[in-house]
């Protein structure tokens, strides 16, 4: 997945976030504003450049050692792993020297490794059935849905989605649950009142 891509899901996990500012039930006290970035590849004129900035400010994105961004490069899973625990920590508490994980392919020398392992015993994510995490892999969207969920607290209502799946927004070629990510995507792609526990979250409309 390019950078230019991740842009707009950039924008996206920005507004789910600074929604969940203003959720009194989540805690939060916070209030975020937009920011000028300063990346030397990002213009002033570009449609993204406010939430680039945003992201900058708050060191959730920090760019390479050259001053640029570099919109049209890849994005790996370790990498947006990264940004979500970042963006976590300016409302948690996050401590995330005290876990480790066993993926066969990730040593703690491996530079996105805490985060990794905070994201994972916190539930936001998982491995590969072979034991690997593919730090190194590009993310795809669905992995961006799934993590962006977990990290906001939004849980699927299973049983509403499939009893009302005919007046939801749907994707053609997203045709049914047997994509391991559906119900992630379709909490993500229809807006909806719901009433939420620690367990669940169960739709109302």
Known sequence: MKRSTLVKLLCVLVAVFTLATVASAAGFTKTL??????????????WCYKYIGYLEKYDIIKGYSDGTFRPDDTVTRAEFVTMAVRYYALFNEVK??????????????????????????????????????????????????????????????????????????????LKNNSHWAYYDIMEAANTHLGVANKDAENWVK
């Open 33 to 46: 504003t937009y920011a000028d970035g300063t990346f030397s590849d990002v213009k002033s004129n570009d």
């Open 96 to 173: 995330k020297s005290d876990y480790t994980v066993n993926y066969t392919d990730l040593t703690k020398s491996y530079w996105a490794y805490s985060d990794i392992a905070y994201a994972k015993h916190i539930g936001w994510l998982n491995g590969y059935a072979d034991g690997t995490f593919k730090g190194d892999n590009n993310i795809t969207r669905a992995e961006v849905v799934t993590v962006t969920n977990h990290a906001t607290e939004r849980t699927p209502d299973e049983d509403y989605i499939n009893k009302n799946v005919s007046t939801l927004n749907k994707f053609t070629d």
